[in-house]
């Protein structure tokens, strides 16, 4: 049976949409949960921890079976996955059955990205793939926006939050009818289906090097975005506004993303996102009012090429890697983003104390602990910087037509 790529590709950007859903409207409703169910903070930030916890852990699992099991089979549990989560989401009854229901759903979360990832790379090549890759994560910020509109709208109107559960349960339905009964690619690279020449791939320079990169860009993406919302809440800026504002530019910008990788290479794009993404977190940690709306289109242009951009340099410079060493690096990055979110917390929390000794307090204590917050998380992208251009001119100076046919026999070393 032949792969229809379209129908592949579009089923895998619902799987996206049921995870971006599944982020934005369950953000909406933790208020609801909290009230029905008198939970503490603590216990839905637990119960939200519980979505990163199966994330990175499906993901690294089915990196593992890809080859053995194919992406039909991972997909399968991806579904089973989601509808389990909402199901139980739904009829949870209270805190533990909230805890199980979101293991499940970040658990699909998780075999969407291990399956889709190595899925499009194989079914497309060179800059097609790099441009695929970005549009099928356009979906991921683009279903945060809608999701959260649609969460919004819903809460507005008196709806249940039942009711906008059911919603993930919509692109749930379409993605595995899209799926259904159809050929999936086979593996382009010879020899990627061995877990041996996996990991001799993955203990390359090169890919050690795109490991610790990926964990300082996710939390470069995500660090912010998380904490944006308190900080910039006493800046007298919408931190509802900025949140769509960057997912809004984001989405828009991985759409288009074929041309600019053609034109400045991985590297060129990753580089200048890395100085993008500082000038914008410097911006946030230095303007109020409107201007913060500009530190947000900064921010946005910076970030929005960072993880499509860093799972296409995997496929295309370290095949032999193959979905494993694509979903150990997107399992790093979101590791690092539970990690660091603790030690953001703890950095904020000191800047309270500093600044409240220095005498400020209220909304001026808040804002001047959060400003300060970012100006120390500017040190991520500055490290990117150096980083990227270290390896800017190393992959420059490499020899002409390092395809995936001729990296299939030798890996590039740093």
Same mark, same amino acid.
């Given at each position: 049976?032949?792969?229809?790529?379209?129908?592949?590709?579009?089923?895998?950007?619902?799987a996206?949409?049921?995870?971006?859903?599944?982020?934005s409207?369950?953000?909406?409703?933790?208020?609801?949960?909290?009230?029905?169910?008198?939970?503490?903070?603590?216990?839905?930030?637990v119960?939200n921890s519980?979505?990163?916890f @199966?994330?990175?852990?499906s993901?690294?699992?089915?990196? +593992?079976?890809?080859h053995?099991v194919?992406?039909?089979?991972?997909?399968?549990?991806?579904v089973?996955?989601?509808?389990? %989560?909402?199901?139980?989401?739904i009829?949870?009854?209270?805190?533990v @059955? $909230?805890? =199980?229901?979101?293991? !499940?759903? %970040?658990?699909?979360?998780? /075999?969407?990205?291990?399956?889709?990832?190595?899925?499009?790379?194989?079914?497309?090549?060179?800059?097609?793939?790099?441009?695929?890759?970005?549009?099928?994560?356009?979906?991921?910020?683009?279903?945060?926006?809608?999701?959260?509109?649609?969460?919004?709208?819903?809460?507005?109107a008196?709806?249940?939050?039942?009711?906008?559960?059911?919603?993930?349960?919509?692109?749930?339905?379409?993605?595995?009818f899209?799926?259904?009964?159809?050929?999936?690619?086979?593996?382009? =690279? *010879?020899?990627?289906t061995?877990?041996?020449?996996?990991?001799?791939?993955m203990?390359?320079?090169?890919?050690? !090097?795109?490991? /610790? /990169?990926?964990?300082?860009?996710?939390?470069?993406?995500?660090?912010?975005?998380?904490?944006?919302?308190l900080?910039?809440?006493?800046?007298?800026?919408s931190?509802? $506004?900025?949140?769509?504002l960057?997912?809004? +530019?984001?989405?828009?910008?991985?759409?288009?993303?074929?041309?600019?990788v053609?034109?400045?290479d991985?590297?060129?794009?990753?580089?200048?996102?890395?100085?993008?993404?500082?000038?914008g977190?410097?911006?946030f940690?230095?303007?109020?009012?409107?201007?913060?709306?500009?530190?947000?289109?900064?921010?946005?242009?910076? =970030?929005c090429? !960072?993880?499509?951009?860093?799972?296409?340099?995997?496929? *295309?410079?370290?095949?032999?890697?193959?979905?494993? %060493?694509?979903?150990?690096?997107?399992?790093?990055?979101?590791?690092?983003?539970?990690i660091?979110?603790?030690?953001?917390?703890?950095?904020?929390?000191?800047?309270?104390?500093?600044?409240?000794?220095?005498?400020?307090?209220?909304?001026? $204590?808040? $804002?001047a602990?959060?400003?300060?917050?970012? =100006?120390?998380?500017?040190? !991520?992208?500055?490290? +990117?910087?150096?980083?990227f251009?270290?390896?800017?001119?190393?992959?420059?100076?490499?020899?002409?037509?390092?395809?995936? *046919?001729?990296?299939?026999?030798?890996?590039?070393?740093?």
């Amino acid at each position: 049976m032949p792969v229809n790529q379209s129908r592949l590709f579009n089923a895998s950007c619902f799987a996206l949409i049921t995870t971006a859903f599944s982020f934005s409207i369950r953000a909406g409703i933790l208020p609801q949960l909290g009230t029905e169910f008198g939970l503490s903070a603590t216990q839905l930030g637990v119960i939200n921890s519980m979505f990163f916890f @199966g994330f990175p852990i499906s993901m690294i699992i089915g990196g +593992l079976v890809y080859h053995s099991v194919g992406p039909k089979i991972i997909m399968m549990v991806a579904v089973i996955a989601h509808t389990l %989560g909402i199901l139980l989401t739904i009829y949870s009854g209270g805190y533990v @059955g $909230l805890l =199980v229901s979101t293991f !499940f759903i %970040g658990f699909g979360n998780g /075999c969407t990205e291990a399956a889709c990832n190595p899925m499009i790379a194989d079914m497309y090549t060179g800059s097609k793939m790099n441009k695929m890759l970005s549009r099928f994560h356009m979906w991921f910020p683009g279903g945060i926006v809608l999701g959260s509109l649609i969460s919004k709208f819903m809460t507005d109107a008196g709806q249940p939050w039942q009711a906008q559960i059911w919603v993930i349960m919509i692109p749930t339905v379409i993605y595995a009818f899209l799926y259904f009964g159809q050929a999936f690619p086979q593996p382009r =690279v *010879e020899g990627v289906t061995s877990l041996g020449k996996n990991f001799a791939a993955m203990l390359t320079p090169l890919y050690i !090097f795109i490991f /610790c /990169c990926m964990a300082l860009t996710a939390i470069t993406e995500f660090g912010p975005q998380q904490w944006v919302g308190l900080i910039m809440a006493k800046s007298g800026a919408s931190p509802m $506004l900025i949140l769509a504002l960057v997912t809004g +530019l984001m989405a828009i910008g991985r759409f288009f993303a074929g041309p600019i990788v053609h034109k400045f290479d991985q590297t060129g794009v990753l580089l200048g996102s890395a100085v993008f993404a500082t000038i914008g977190i410097y911006l946030f940690s230095t303007q109020t009012g409107t201007s913060a709306y500009i530190a947000a289109v900064f921010f946005a242009i910076g =970030v929005c090429y !960072f993880w499509p951009t860093m799972i296409g340099f995997v496929a *295309e410079n370290i095949p032999l890697s193959g979905a494993l %060493g694509m979903s150990i690096v997107g399992g790093v990055g979101m590791l690092s983003t539970s990690i660091f979110q603790t030690i953001i917390g703890g950095w904020i929390d000191e800047e309270r104390a500093e600044k409240s000794a220095a005498g400020l307090s209220g909304d001026a $204590l808040e $804002l001047a602990a959060g400003q300060a917050t970012l =100006v120390k998380m500017t040190t !991520f992208p500055i490290i +990117l910087i150096v980083a990227f251009t270290v390896l800017w001119f190393i992959m420059r100076n490499r020899k002409p037509g390092h395809g995936n *046919e001729a990296l299939a026999n030798q890996q590039p070393q740093l």
